[in-house]
């Protein structure tokens, strides 16, 4: 099992900046695909950003170009750093990972998610 703490969720006015940090903790074995998603009230959960153990990336249309997400693989933690801020990236931020744990006698796959942090932008 791991466990995943995000932080650095605020208040910002629209054309601000803000960096989340999603901490990874526990036995296991590999951490794969980690990522980000929001959900706003009366809207299903998406994607925002999603990145591989290697490094690949990819976006959300609605934030390409401002919004990077990237991974400290020593620290196992995880970051989305978003910038241009607009009052429609209002939502709570979850992180995800989906990992591998090492058993006796093979693997367990598994995914978790984060309590998430709330993002709002406004004037």
């Known amino acids: 099992q791991v466990q995943l703490v995000e932080s650095g969720g605020g208040l910002v006015q629209p054309g601000g900046s803000l960096r989340l940090s999603c901490a990874a903790s526990?036995?296991?074995?590999?951490?794969?695909?980690m990522g980000w998603y929001r959900q706003a009230p009366g809207k299903q959960r998406e994607l925002v950003a999603g990145i591989t153990s290697d490094g690949s990336t990819n976006y959300a249309d609605s934030v390409k170009g401002r919004f990077t997400i990237s991974r400290d693989n020593a620290n196992n933690t995880l970051y989305l750093q978003m910038n241009s801020l607009k009052p429609e990236d209002t939502a709570v931020y979850y992180c995800n990972a989906d990992y591998q744990e090492l058993l006796l006698h093979g693997f367990f796959s598994g995914s978790s998610w984060g309590q998430g942090t709330q993002v709002t932008v406004s004037s």
């Open positions: 526990g036995s296991v074995f590999r951490i794969n695909t």
